[in-house]
C-alpha cells in the first residue's frame, strides 16, 4: 500500500488542482504515425484522436499491431526516426504541441511532466547499472536536487510501493529482484518527479495475478493521492473493467470505439469490441456442463500495407456488407459520451 505521507518537493493536492487549466490534460488531434518498410508506408497510427482528463484513467485496448504502443511512443517523442516519423497531427500538453518540440526540450519533459512505465521492465532497465543510480539520475535531473536529497527521496519512493529494506537495496542490480519488484521499481521511478501524465503499457505483462492485483492497486492509489492522469494500455479487458474510468478501443491504427467502462461493457456498440469482450471467461462457467465455449474472433489482423478499402475489420465481421468494404465507416456519437465507427453499430449493440 501506499502511504498517505506527501512525497518531499511533490506540490499539494490543492496546488495542483488549482494550476489545472480548464480542459483536458493531454490532447491527441488526428495523430498519424508512420514506418517506412520493405512493403510500403504502415501507417501504424492513422488519425487518432482522444483527451484525457485530470486524475482519469483511460484505457487503450486493442489486439498486438492495433497501435497502442506505438501511440504511447509517439506522444512521448521516442519513435525511431528513420524508419519511422509522426506523419501529421498534434499531441498538446501544457499548451505545447509535443509532436513540434526537439529532442533537448523532450528530455525535459519525460519524467516531469510525463512519465512511462515501459511493458518490459527487465530490458526497460540497465543490467550494468544500480537501481539507486537510475532512480537517482532523473531525480537530480529534472528536480535539481543534489546526491543525498536525490537518495533519499528515491528511498521514500521505494517504501511507498512497499519495497522492503529500501536503503539496502538501492545498491542492487536489476537481475537482484523479481518481475514484481522491478515492475514496482518502474513505477517508483516512473512517480519520483511527481508527472502529470503516466502512460503505462502493458504494466502487469507476464505476471501473476497476485501481483497484478498488486500493481493495479498501486497505480489507483498514486492516481487518488496525486491526481496524476495515466494511460493504461493493454490488451486485458479484465483489467480494463477493473482499473479504468473511459476506454478506447483501436484496430489497425484506427479508434473504433469509445466510451465509460460501464457503458462500455454493458452496450458494447462494435461488432470487434463485442468480439473482444465475448472473449473474456466468466468465473464458474468455464468447463460448467451446457456452458458454451468462449467465443473467437476469426481471421487475423491485416498487414498495415495491405488494408482493406473500406472498414479495417470487415474481412473478419460477421455484420459485413458490401458498403463495409467499400466505404470506411465515420466515428459518430450514437449516445453522449459514446463514439463508434460502424455502419452496423445498432445490430451490433443488439447482439446480432
Known sequence: MISDTPIAGAPAPEAAEAAETAGPVLSVEGLSTEFRTAAGIARAVDGLSFELRRGEILAIVGESGSGKSVTSLSIMGLIPDPPGR???????????????????????????????????????????????????????HHLGLGPAEARARAIEMMRRVSIPAPESRLGAYPHQFSGGMLQRIMIAIAMSCHPRVLIADEPTTALDVTIQAQILDLMREMRDSTGTSIILITHDMGVVAETADRVVVMYCGRKIEEAGVRDLFARPRHPYTRGLLGALPVLGQAGAVGSGALSEIPGVVPALTALPAGCRFSDRCALATERCRAEPPPLEEPAPGHRVACWHADAAEAGA
Open 86 to 140: 509522426i506523419a501529421g497531427g498534434r499531441v498538446m500538453f501544457g499548451g505545447q504541441d509535443l509532436t513540434r518540440l526537439g529532442e533537448r526540450e523532450m528530455q525535459r519533459l519525460r519524467g516531469d511532466g510525463i512519465s512511462m512505465i515501459f511493458q518490459e521492465p527487465m530490458t526497460s532497465l540497465n543490467p550494468v547499472l544500480s537501481i539507486g543510480r537510475q532512480m537517482t539520475e532523473g531525480i537530480m
